[in-house]
């Protein structure tokens, strides 16, 4: 189920076939989803609710093919690997990892294993992979490491440029988001001149009371009386800060032909559709996005050293034509935070701690009274 199939219209511009970040061509996205076991913590044993997402930039080699990408931090409490060489080069070169906080090194190496096994034997390979983290440990067994090289892997292997899976999944098993079962979200918008811009998210921050779903307050009407809190149930001092310290990934795709600065650009605009669904950036949050476009490609060719070529033609969108993908880019992300809430269930992790689904008929109900659907 998705937020679009309940009645709620986000914004005003026309989502994508698929409404997924996918809808831009040759973007793929692969899940590998882990739960097991039930019952009190035992580490190292579980139980286990969580996994690898990743996203693979376009369709040709991306270990040595390169796009335009920028970044942005809106808070730093978290991490995403590779920044720093963006903002350097303005390159991305790679598949895009998302996962839990403590496996984010096993997730980079075996991304830099998957891009040197893609290519020659003995060749020489150098790759600063981007890898992004939320916490779950809230559900999850986070100490056991059960994130392993083979689930990058095979969520690698799974990689498609079809519909996406959302809520419950990948990166997403075991987060919570608002206090309610969060996840995996995607959305796309159609803008400009025939340009698609396509956000996934990982969503796990925010307090209840402050959630908003097409500007109504949703969050208020899921009373903690009714539906608990997971932070009610964790001990606070084994976890991190409750909802205040959670956090949030975002990754943008474009086919428009944006360079470095107007990627980076419309990376702070993501920033804009969680401030929307009610996120203030609290201390406590990682809210970190990466943005790229692939209306530029041919940029280098063998990891550029060997490229025989001192200059290459470039294209770019004039100003005066940018405001229709920063609204796009608006809008998906408040729509793949919504679609992130609508698909998760309600799962209960260790130690028996609950994080409850956004019910459907509440949600429609409050919706409905605020005359938004």
């Known amino acids: 189920m998705r937020a679009h199939e309940l009645g709620i219209r986000i914004g005003r511009m026309e989502r994508g076939p698929l409404n997924a970040i996918t809808d831009v061509p040759g973007v793929r996205v692969g899940h590998t989803t882990l739960i097991s076991g039930d019952g009190p913590l035992r580490r190292g044993s579980g139980p286990v609710r969580t996994g ?75 790759s600063l992979p981007v890898v992004g983290e939320t916490y779950d440990g809230a559900l999850n067994d986070i100490d056991g490491f059960h994130v392993l090289a083979e689930h990058v892997h095979e969520a690698l292997a799974a990689a498609s440029s079809g519909p996406v899976a959302e809520g419950n999944v990948g990166g997403g098993t075991g987060m919570i988001c608002h206090e309610l079962k969060g996840g995996i979200g995607t959305a796309s918008r159609l803008a400009g001149t025939g340009w698609t811009v396509g956000v996934l998210v990982q969503a796990n921050y925010g307090t209840r009371e402050l959630l908003r779903i097409d500007g109504v307050p949703v969050g208020a009407a899921v009373p903690r009386d009714e539906v608990p809190s997971p932070w009610d149930q964790v001990d606070m001092l084994h976890a991190r800060a409750g909802p205040e310290g959670g956090s949030i990934i975002g990754i943008a795709a474009t086919d428009a032909p944006l360079l470095p600065h107007q990627c980076t650009r419309l990376a702070q605009r993501i920033g804009m559709g969680v401030a929307r669904m009610g996120s203030y950036a609290s201390h406590g949050s990682g809210d970190l996005f990466c943005a790229f476009a692939t209306g530029n490609r041919d940029l280098s060719r063998n990891a550029g050293e060997d490229d025989p070529r001192a200059t290459t033609d470039l294209r770019m969108v004039v100003d005066e034509q940018i405001n229709p993908l920063f609204e796009a880019v608006v809008e998906a992300t408040e729509e793949a935070i919504a679609n992130a809430l609508v698909a998760a269930e309600t799962m209960t992790g260790r130690d028996g701690i609950t994080a409850h689904a956004l019910d459907h008929d509440r949600l429609v109900a409050v919706i409905r009274a605020h005359g938004r659907a």
């Open 52 to 126: 690898v997402t990743v996203v693979i930039p376009h369709d040709g080699d991306v270990w040595r093919e390169t796009v335009f990408a920028g970044a942005h931090r809106l808070n730093g409490n978290g991490e995403l690997t590779g920044l720093e060489w963006i903002r350097e080069a303005g390159m991305l070169a790679g598949a895009i990892g998302i996962t839990n906080t403590h496996s984010v090194g096993v997730v980079h190496d075996a991304l830099i294993e998957a891009a040197a096994t893609a290519h020659p034997a003995g060749a020489t390979f150098w």
